[in-house]
């Protein structure tokens, strides 16, 4: 089976809090490769709590975005109508919970012929959880559509493509 992880298609990322003109734009293709994609589609969902300015990404990161329960923190509707199960709600950038379900379902399940990333942001959270799933599942092929992606700053985004392309994930429609 094939998986589509999309990452943080969030209204807070979208055009909320942390929004860009470019996060914006990837919608409509999103919601176009979801509704092709023949395989298993799961999303990922950035979740803070009313104490985030107090972690260390809310130190660093000083915006209060994603908070559970907020219209921010939802996955954008025309998306969230396509999800078939639960997000995997993520406190941090890269998922454990994640990687730990594809190892599982490769394990006990049946093989993953395939797992392809797409969502926001191509230089944070899709690269995390990219990386992630590299490092459980090494000899699954891993794909990024750059197109279904957005960075914090297109030159982000681009200096994202290249890192996860060096680390053998490949990169398409770039």
Sequence with gaps: MKFLIVVDMQNDFI?????TKEAVAIVPAVKKKI???????IFT????EAD???TQEGKNLPVEHC???????????????????EPVDKPTFGS??????LKAYDTYEEKIESITFIGLC????VISNAMTA??????????????CCAGVTPESHERALDAMAVCQIKVLNR
């Design 67 to 85: 908070i559970k329960g907020t219209d921010g923190w939802q996955i954008r509707a025309e998306l969230d109508a396509l999800r078939k199960e």
């Design 122 to 125: 191509t230089d944070i959270c």
């Design 15 to 19: 055009d909320g809090a942390l929004g």
């Design 96 to 101: 454990v919970a994640l990687g730990q379900l």
């Design 45 to 48: 969902r950035d979740t803070h």
């Design 134 to 147: 590299k490092a459980y599942l090494p000899e699954t092929p891993i794909f990024v559509d750059a197109a």
């Design 52 to 54: 985030y300015l107090s």
């Design 35 to 41: 509704e092709g994609f023949d395989g298993r589609v």
